[in-house]
C-alpha cells in the first residue's frame, strides 16, 4: 500500500529537480572541481527535503495566501541570480578564470555553503515545485501514512539526485581538463541564472 505512493513520489521529485536550474549549476561546477561536495550536495537534499515536509503539511496554501511575501522573495531571489549570472559571465570572459587553482573558481566552505543556501531559498522556483507542486500533489492521500511514504518518495529523488551530479561530474573532469569548455560551462551557467531571474520578473508583470 505504501509502494505506490513512495514510487509516485519519488518520479514527481525526480522530474521536478532533473533539471537544468540554478542549484544543480551550481553543484555541477562544485562537483567538477571536487570542492565541499559532499557538504554541498547534503545541503541542496536536506533543503530540499525540508522544503518537501513542509509543503505535504500543507505550508504552500499559506504561501500562496501571502502576496507580500512571494513578491519580495521573488524580487530577492531575481536579484540574487543576476548576480550570481554575472560572476558567471565575468569568468567566461576573463582566460585566466580558467584555470581551477584561480581564485575567482575557489570556494571557501562558508561561502560556498552560503551561495548554495542562497540559490535554494532565494529561488522561488524551488518553493513552486517542491512545497506547491509536490505539497498539493499529496493532498489526494490525506493525511495517512501513503502521504508520508509519497513525501519520503520525493525526498529520496532529491538525494539520490544532488549526490549522483556532484560525485557524478568528476566523469566529466577530462573533458573540461580544457579552459574551453570552462568557458562554455561559465557562459551556460550564467544564461541559465539571468534566465531564472528574467522569468521571476516577468511572473510579477
Known sequence: MLMEPALRGFAIGASLIVAIGAQNAFILERGLVRSHVFALCLICAVSDALLIAAGVAGLGTIIASRPALILAVTLGGALFLYAYAAIAARR?????????????????????????????????????????????????????????????????????????????????????ARPGAWRILDGLIAFVMASLATSLLVTLL
Open 92 to 176: 567566461a570572459l576573463r582566460p585566466a578564470a580558467m584555470d581551477v587553482r584561480h581564485g575567482d573558481r575557489a570556494m571557501s566552505l562558508k561561502a560556498a555553503a552560503a551561495t548554495c543556501l542562497g540559490l535554494t531559498f532565494l529561488n522561488p522556483h524551488v518553493y513552486l515545485d517542491t512545497v506547491v507542486l509536490i505539497g498539493s500533489l499529496s493532498a489526494r492521500y490525506g493525511f495517512t501514512e501513503q502521504r508520508i511514504a509519497y513525501a519520503a518518495g520525493a525526498m529520496t529523488a532529491s538525494f539520490a539526485w544532488f549526490f549522483a551530479l556532484g560525485y557524478g561530474a568528476r566523469l566529466l573532469a577530462p573533458l573540461f
